[in-house]
């Protein structure tokens, strides 16, 4: 008698609670507001790198802090990986504290010095900071060691909800930034004073940078290059990744909590019985920019959790000696079960297929979810999974590997890649195609990239194979 008046009592709350829902849920847009970015005067991003050109040493020294038990992947791992690959600077990664550096939603590694002993190295301090986002932006340790840089002289650098540490340093009152778009309402909150701009990808005032999104690491990098060692330096570096363009564009509309965002969400939440882990293999020199949009985007699906494995135990180092630490100890993982992190590809071109990967194994919603929380304008999604052939990089230039992943013998025409899209393939493809007797330095750089901002879907020109779930 008990149980039933309180399940009486109980069910008009439980009605009041998913009807509460259901109206959130309905009040959501259908899709982002706009999808254009505007253009950006010459003149903004002269200025810009201006602001970031280094004033003290002739070889910068860069550090890259992060908290023990939650920093972002791609902030943390990216910056650092393409700034030793140009090699214009001396690079370290700082932990608040000794022992590894667990990252979200993925891997581990070990950083090079804890911010005591860089202090003790240093006393002058860095010539950049870069703040990646944390899971926690009140690390006492963390703010008062930025407030110190920032007063020794540092360029504050705050990458996607990093900002938000860098506010919680009280070194954004009254200058103007962004954040990733999920914080943005919360970053403003707790400080009015900060003037938020919007469409840019990277914004700087006085001394500190903050950017968009979590992919918004590589254009801010590159950047950062250029301002050290000149444009020359930043579009080899550029091309070597395969990155069309670096401009600080942006469209902030076309990212925001949508219904089908949070429907998608919902749905694979609620599917806790269809969890996997997806086995990532560490190998010696592998490079650590492919391998950390890998490991982001496949723990982003909220259906699967990437996971690093090798043989031994003990740290693996990547092509530019990132220490990456297993999460499991095995000599293989099933096939089925397996992250390709596409060394055969230029990194930059990893999360493109990552995305397609994902659409193919778990639909293109997911894919566009983890597109939205990466912050990246992903336009695969209509033609994930109907590619017809994937076309490999290789180190002395474009070699077409034929892989069926689809017929059109059961499809409708319009499924299937059309002429013209093929055709856009080739123009993206001879654009950014590498000469076998040039290097990176000396391949120019066309109008159709030049044109396009950094990390606009390239035309859907390489699908891989997936297998079966």
Request: overall charge positive; some cysteine; charged content about 20%.
């Amino acid at each position: 008698m008990f149980k039933r008046r309180l399940l009486r009592a109980a069910l008009p709350l439980l009605l009041l609670s998913l009807g509460g829902f259901g109206a959130w849920l309905i009040s959501l847009p259908s899709a982002p507001a706009g999808l254009a970015s505007p253009p950006i005067a010459a003149s903004e991003t002269t200025a810009l790198l201006a602001s970031l050109a280094p004033t003290r040493r002739q070889r910068p020294l860069i550090a890259v802090v992060g908290i023990n038990d939650a920093t972002e992947t791609t902030d943390y791992l990216v910056p650092t990986g393409i700034l030793r690959r140009a090699d214009v600077a001396d690079v370290v990664t700082l932990a608040t504290g000794p022992g590894p550096v667990r990252l979200f939603p993925a891997l581990t590694v070990e950083a090079d010095a804890t911010l005591d002993a860089f202090d003790a190295r240093n006393p002058a301090g860095a010539d950049y900071v870069i703040v990646p986002a944390m899971s926690r932006d009140d690390d006492p340790a963390v703010l008062a060691w930025l407030r110190e840089q920032a007063r020794k002289g540092a360029t504050i650098i705050g990458v996607c909800a990093g900002a938000k540490v860098v506010a919680a340093a009280s070194l954004l009152d009254g200058k103007r930034a962004t954040t990733h778009w999920y914080y943005l309402k919360e970053l403003l909150g707790r400080h009015p004073s900060i003037r938020y701009v919007a469409d840019r990808r990277v914004v700087a005032d006085r001394g500190v940078v903050t950017t968009t999104g979590v992919t918004a690491s590589m254009p801010m990098t590159l950047l950062l290059i250029e301002a050290i060692a000149g444009r020359h330096k930043a579009r080899a570096v550029a091309q070597d990744l395969a990155i069309p363009a670096w401009d600080i564009r942006h469209a902030s509309g076309a990212f925001a909590l949508t219904r089908p965002f949070a429907t998608t969400v919902l749905g694979n939440v609620l599917a806790f019985w269809n969890r996997e882990q997806i086995g990532i293999e560490l190998r010696p020199g592998m490079d650590e920019v492919s391998l950390a949009l890998a490991a982001d985007a496949w723990s982003r699906t909220y259906r699967s959790q990437a996971v690093s494995y090798a043989q031994a135990s003990g740290a693996i180092a990547t092509r530019n000696r990132i220490r990456v630490i297993p999460d499991a100890a095995a000599a293989d993982w099933p096939a089925t079960r397996r992250i390709d992190t596409y060394t055969d590809q230029a990194p930059a071109q990893t999360l493109d297929r990552t995305l397609r990967a994902i659409a193919g194994r778990y639909g293109a919603p997911t894919a566009s979810v983890v597109a939205m929380q990466l912050e990246y304008p992903w336009r695969g999604a209509s033609a994930a999974t109907t590619a017809l052939a994937v076309r490999s990089i290789h180190p002395d230039g474009f070699q077409p590997t034929q892989k069926t992943t689809s017929s059109c013998s059961n499809r409708a025409p319009s499924s299937c890649i059309s002429p013209s899209a093929m055709a856009a393939c080739d123009t993206y493809q001879a654009a950014v195609r590498p000469t076998r007797r040039s290097t990176p330095a000396e391949r120019p750089q066309s109008a159709f990239l030049r044109d396009r901002p950094f990390f606009s879907e390239p035309p859907n020109c390489a699908f891989p194979e997936l297998p079966s779930p």
